[in-house]
């Protein structure tokens, strides 16, 4: 209970300072705008290319964004010394990474979800025909993106090239998610949109084994 | 200061070792500290006394030995340390206000009535009139005014203060002294590291020195206490 209520804490902390300050909101929102636009003025997809190859797009364009926003994540919490408060005041570390976790998926599903109805103008995509079904793909994917990228955020925070290091470690350990969401969505987009159901099932097998290998290991990687 | 409810804490440090790669911080370190001491660790820069606080807050795990908590010579049980700590940064959010940082850390510490505790730990740090303004707008001695409200949330029977009173100007050192008179007079166990501090200085009870890592000199009395702590005003 005490994990699960200090969760709660630091989640509400969390969206208190993000929307204080709107700083990771605004540049991952910005970035996957600027990358959509771009490609639709570089290509001219016409929409039976969009629907092969928006999903692609779509998706490296949230993780890149991703690995803006996670950047930061950890980097914040060691300007004044607060990872240390934090570890003095909560008896289980996970609890820390619980809202972070949370904070960080519910940032990239926010950032995702405006942008959706923009890609679809511009690539000439129906996306309200199988829009539940996106959302649900959009979430699977940004808590695994967001459970691997906090975890190695802690990670890079604390070495010395970091604003390099966690790109490097993150795009390769995100792959598998990449290819399988990009897929899943690629079959909502179809003329004849359909669940791939395989597809779903591991996305959430990914977001579930990487959130016990966090909690697992969670203590050890905001020690000092 | 609000009437304390703590149990008075001594800590023992069993043969402490640590090391970063090949390189000793702290070598064998054993200390007895008793409940009510107010130490003061001295040594040049790098010579181990912020890692000894921060293993002693639980912060840095040691490489080998053991450091206690101990309630009238019993170890004492829990998951975290009955220590506030102050460090030179600040350990609170810019993001938030004065009211804010000592609200969630109280919540987090599962303290009971965490507004009223709030409001009273602002009201002694003087800050209360400000306690809606965000912490980035804050001066340096305001920072560090809410990070001792902060360290002070629990009670805490001992107080960790690691060169505390860097940055600040006289009258913020001024006001720190006191607080700190106030908090070794009712019985709390304090370690501090010093560097050029001669008013905090003269209210430690014992003088420890450290030197590339190990205690050199351990002291309560005589001309080697004023010695060691001259050390630390140098």
Same mark, same amino acid.
């Given at each position: 209970m005490a994990l699960l209520s200090n969760a709660t804490v630091l989640l509400g902390k969390e969206l208190r300072t993000e929307f204080r300050s709107r700083e990771l909101l605004t540049t991952t929102t910005v970035f996957v705008l600027i990358v959509i636009v771009l490609f639709s003025f570089s290509f001219d997809p016409t929409s039976e290319e969009s629907r092969r190859f928006g999903a692609g797009l779509l998706w490296l364009a949230f993780l890149f964004a991703a690995s803006l926003m996670l950047q930061s994540c950890f980097l914040r919490e060691q300007n004044s010394d607060t990872l240390s408060a934090l570890r003095l005041s909560?008896?289980?570390?996970?609890a820390i990474f619980l809202a972070k976790v949370t904070a960080n998926t519910l940032f990239l599903l926010l950032t995702e979800l405006l942008l959706l109805p923009v890609f679809a103008v511009m690539y000439n995509v129906p996306v309200l025909p199988s829009l539940h079904w996106l959302v649900l793909v959009c979430f699977l994917g940004s808590l695994g993106v967001s459970i691997a990228g906090t975890a190695l955020s802690a990670i890079s925070a604390q070495a010395r090239m970091r604003e390099l290091l966690l790109p490097l470690l993150l795009l390769p350990l995100l792959t598998p998610i990449l290819v399988a969401s990009t897929e899943v969505t690629a079959a909502l987009f179809d003329r004849s949109p359909y669940v791939q159901w395989k597809g779903v099932g591991f996305l959430a097998v990914f977001d579930l084994a990487f959130l016990t290998i966090l909690w697992l290991l969670g203590e050890y990687l905001v020690e000092e | 200061m609000t009437p304390s409810v703590f149990s008075p804490t001594g800590i023992r440090f069993e043969n402490i070792d640590k090391r970063y790669g090949g390189l000793y911080? /702290?070598? #064998?370190v054993s200390l007895d500290i008793s409940a009510g001491e107010c130490v003061a660790f001295a040594g040049r820069? %790098?010579? %181990?006394k912020t890692t000894l606080l921060r293993i002693a807050a639980c912060l840095v795990r040691p490489s080998s030995g053991s450091v206690s908590f101990l309630d009238r010579g019993k170890e004492r049980g829990g998951t975290l340390p009955p220590a506030g700590f102050v460090a030179h940064a600040t350990m609170v959010y810019d993001e938030l206000t004065a009211e804010e940082n000592l609200l969630l850390f109280a919540r987090l510490q599962g303290i009971a009535e965490p507004a009223a505790r709030a409001e009273a730990l602002l009201r002694e740090v003087g800050l209360l009139e400000r306690?809606?303004? /965000?912490? #980035? &707008?804050?001066?340096r001695g305001m920072r560090q005014r809410v990070a001792i409200a902060r360290a002070l949330l629990n009670e805490p029977a001992v107080v960790l203060l690691d060169?505390? &009173? &860097? %940055? /600040?100007?006289p009258q913020g050192a001024h006001w720190f002294a006191e607080t700190l008179r106030h908090l070794r007079d009712s019985g709390r166990t304090i370690l501090m590291s010093l560097h050029g501090e001669s008013e905090v200085s003269t209210l430690a009870t014992r003088a420890i020195q450290l030197d590339a890592g190990a205690v050199v000199a351990d002291t309560r009395t005589g001309a080697n206490f004023r010695s060691v702590l001259a050390f630390a005003n140098a």
């Open positions: 909560v008896s289980d570390p996970f | 911080a /702290l070598r #064998r820069n %790098g010579s %181990g306690r809606s303004s /965000l912490v #980035r &707008t804050f001066s060169e505390p &009173t &860097t %940055g /600040l100007d």
